[in-house]
T-cell receptor, first 113, second 112 residues
Framework: DAGVTQSPTHLIKTRGQHVTLRCSPI?????VSWYQQVLGQGPQFIFQ???????GRGNFPDRFSARQFPNYSSELNVNALLLGDSALYLC????????????FGPGTRLTVT | SQQGEEDPQALSIQEGENATMNCSYK?????LQWYRQNSGRGLVHLIL?????REKHSGRLRVTLDTSKKSSSLLITASRAADTASYFC????????????FGSGTRLQVQP
């Protein structure tokens, strides 16, 4: 079985632009979570989605949004990019929002110049 | 914000030695998990310990949890060069959401 997949692998954007990151969960997993990992720090929770509905949101500005599709894949959108948005964006899938174990994808490395 | 801190921030040992990493957290938890990350890539789940457990083993890994002190430790025995990575503890909320709150990580370097 394929694990969690994310695209693209790397991305370079300039300040003010917007970006869309994509995630496909493990087959059968219905919950997707997004995390931001700034260099040298641990990941920070951004969003959790289940059955196309937002189930949780971390402390991130409204420039960050996400959605989940009927096939349980998900997109993370970031508008008006700032230099500080440069990070590794990780997607994690789990069977349900309350599942203990989350399985992480390889991440998308976003660089904002 | 980070839930807690890992200690030490960096650790360098020789192959064959044991590596011990500590994690402290601040709030009540449902479980605590340890993850491994190689060179800024995706996270690999290592082990999960529930709040009502005190110790757990998996291969060369041993995890302890002390909820009274809000701390956990990860012991890697007989380390190998391939164990070189960053290790993160993450706490699971005691809610239906189960968003993980990560510490800042320990960078382990195992010298061959």
């Amino acid at each position: 079985d394929a694990g969690v997949t994310q695209s693209p692998t790397h991305l370079i954007k300039t300040r003010g632009q917007h970006v869309t990151l994509r995630c496909s969960p493990i087959s059968g997993h219905k919950s997707v979570s997004w995390y931001q990992q700034v260099l040298g720090q641990g990941p920070q929770f951004i969003f959790q989605y289940y059955e196309k509905e937002e189930r949780g949101r971390g402390n991130f500005p409204d420039r960050f949004s996400a959605r989940q599709f009927p096939n349980y894949s998900s997109e993370l959108n970031v508008n008006a990019l700032l230099l500080g948005d440069s990070a590794l964006y990780l997607c994690a899938s789990s069977l349900f929002p309350g599942s203990d174990e989350q399985y992480f994808g390889p991440g998308t490395r976003l660089t904002v110049t | 914000s980070q839930q807690g801190e890992e200690d030490p921030q960096a650790l360098s040992i020789q192959e064959g030695e044991n590596a011990t990493m500590n994690c402290s957290y601040k709030t009540s938890i449902n479980n605590l998990q340890w993850y491994r990350q190689n060179s800024g890539r995706g996270l690999v789940h290592l082990i999960l310990i529930r709040s009502n457990e005190r110790e757990k083993h998996s291969g060369r890994l041993r995890v302890t949890l002390d909820t009274s002190k809000k701390s956990s430790s990860l012991l890697i025995t007989a380390s190998r060069a391939a164990d070189t990575a960053s290790y993160f503890c993450a706490t699971g909320e005691d809610t239906g959401r189960r968003a993980l709150t990560f510490g800042s990580g320990t960078r382990l370097q195992v010298q061959p």
